[in-house]
């Protein structure tokens, strides 16, 4: 793991109540030393967002940085902006474009990240997908399209990458907290049982079913590939355009761009620069073994423990998620 000369922070993260604010200027501070020359992170989502911030501060401390993302030009821009704040010109600053909704293109994207990283990827960020939009529509492959897009990719980019061995330290999925949902049906995991249902009904139950399977698919993880660290993030409010890009409805897309993400930039939440820093702390520096110790692998975005989905918790079910979701890459 790469260094930080504030060990100071280590202690002092877990001991004190912090706003979101105040803890991505912690880690920003933590981070301010941090040289993570000769590492290589991957981002997926990296074109836009979340995504793009996370790109950028790893970029300005020093790594490889490899984005993945859909839109060429975006991804191209993103990867402008690395360079100018990059620490060296001999950073490895790249992108990938792809359609991460269909199996068959991860398949290929891991191929390519292997190649592009000499397969060595010491961080694997996941940002992509984003909000649901309470819509049942199928990819080409026939899947639905916004859990291929925010699980199923992120489940199969971590399984093939540690299977491969070119993951070598840690993967950060980012997406919203575990759900208080009780139930869940493993054989509905696309929720076609649901797509007849209105919009604000799917969207609660997307929403809850992915923050279930992510919890599960996470500690299962852990257990097929110890030797890896897997979080959990739940990144808050952080203010983006996912709201125009996942076309939600128009009633709650208004709400939030222009009443909830303005409060939230100035008092509970963070721009994508002021987060950034927070997952670049938890996955490189090495004062992040303390927040591990006290308050584990699944996270808010204060650095403090969401507990897990009841579902989560149980080894069967980790065991079943994890053979499920590999199953899609032999079609199901």
Sequence with gaps: MAHSNNSIYSTHIVTTQYTPHIMSTQARKANANLDLTGKSAVIAGGSQGIGAGIAIRFAQAGANVLIVGRNKERLQAVISEARKVAKSTEQK???????????????????EIEAKTGSHVDYLIQTQGGMPNGLFETTSEGIEVHFAVQILNRFLLNYLLATSGALKDTSIAIVGPGSTQTEFKLDDIELASAKDENRYSQIAKHAARDSVVTDTFTKSLQTHFPQLKFFHLAPGFVQTDVMTNQDVPTPIRLAINYIVFPLAARSFGNTTTSYA??????????????????????????????????????????EAMFEKLKGYLDGR
């Design 93 to 111: 600053l790249d992108y990938l474009s792809a359609d991460l909704s269909l199996v068959s293109e991860i398949k290929a994207v891991a191929k």
């Design 277 to 318: 820093d927070i997952p670049v702390f938890l996955a490189a520096n090495e004062g992040r073994d303390a927040v591990v110790e006290a308050e584990g692998y699944f996270l808010n975005e204060k650095n403090k423990r969401v507990e897990l989905n009841l579902y989560a918790t149980e080894e069967k079910n980790q």
